[in-house]
């Protein structure tokens, strides 16, 4: 579908829309690059798609071409407020603009329906955040979600056992979901350049009954791990055991590991067995 509305550009320029670091600001204006991150979230013609931190809107733009039936946009700076309305009242009835914060907002009440798709190039300070709230969400309401980091942020989340980037990261992700990293995105692209390169992340949720779904008790096996990831897990996971009724060994043995191993040797199911043997070793305590 044509996009009916001016140069994003000049949208920029006549509501002075300067980008602010603080609200880690840095602009896609090439909509044909947008149309190719919108184009991941796949048919969208049954979907209702999130937004979060439109700015000015291209991003938006290409989310509302490429034919989703309904968008909502959250948006945090009102200035772009309105920027985003002029988009809304170009497409009507497709759009809900919301001021809010993206970390506080309860997406699963503000959409319904089925296919539900999140898109955004995410302001890099509140990424990761945003990235742990989606996988903890119990039930899992989104279908896809088609997320921007920079590039060193999503090598982490696509990681596997043995890459240089595999972490805590990659292990809460791949618990919830399938992770591709499916597009670089140069500096130069953004308005202004970031100091770093950025990719396309898409995430699939595993389907039902395959998703591990205690990802407290993952996360802090995961961080004891990591937090001294040089070290076996012998040593490093003595801060997870303390919060439990288990010794560190008890643990790693109930969860079917050597103790001599480094987390980085260990793989996803693994780490799901030492969340489980936490998670059970908590449970007796008094
Ligand atoms: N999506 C636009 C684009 O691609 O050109 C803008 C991307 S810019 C990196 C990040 C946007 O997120 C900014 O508009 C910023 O104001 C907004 N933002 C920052 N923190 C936010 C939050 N917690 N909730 C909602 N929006 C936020």
């Known amino acids: 579908m044509n996009d009916p509305l001016p140069p994003l550009r000049d949208v920029i320029a006549r509501h002075d829309l300067a980008a602010k670091k603080s609200f880690g600001q840095h602009f896609l204006l090439d909509l044909n690059l947008t149309a190719k991150i919108a184009s991941f979230a796949g048919d969208m013609a049954n979907s209702q798609a999130i937004e979060i931190g439109p700015g000015p809107g291209g991003l ?69 955040i945003l990235l ?101 897990l012998r040593r490093s996971l003595g801060q997870a055991a303390s919060q439990t009724t288990a010794s560190t060994e008890e643990l790693i043995a109930a969860a079917g590991l050597e103790p001599g191993a480094r987390a980085e040797t260990i793989d996803i199911a693994g780490f799901q067995a030492l969340a489980r043997a936490w998670r059970a070793a908590r449970a007796t305590q008094p």
């Open 60 to 128: 938006t733009r290409a989310i509302l071409g490429a034919g989703a039936r309904h968008l909502t946009v959250v948006e945090k700076d009102a200035r772009f407020l309105p920027a985003l309305e002029e988009i809304s009242a170009a497409w009507p009835g497709k759009v809900t603009v919301l001021e809010a914060d993206g970390l506080t907002i309860d997406e699963a009440t503000i959409l319904s329906g089925e296919n539900r798709v999140i898109l955004s190039n995410l302001p890099y300070n509140v990424g990761t």
């Open 132 to 232: 742990i709230k989606w996988l903890q969400a119990q039930p899992i309401w989104w279908r896809r979600a088609v997320l921007m980091f920079q590039r060193e942020v999503a090598d982490r989340v696509v990681a596997r056992v043995g890459d240089k980037a595999y972490g805590r990261l990659a292990i809460l992700t791949q618990s919830v979901c399938a992770a591709q990293l499916v597009m670089k995105i140069p500096a130069q692209a953004f308005t202004p350049p970031p100091k770093v390169e950025s990719a396309v992340v898409m995430l699939d949720p595993l389907p039902d009954g395959t998703r591990f779904d205690d990802l407290k008790a993952l996360g802090i096996v995961t961080a004891s791990a990591f937090g001294q990831r040089r070290k076996t």
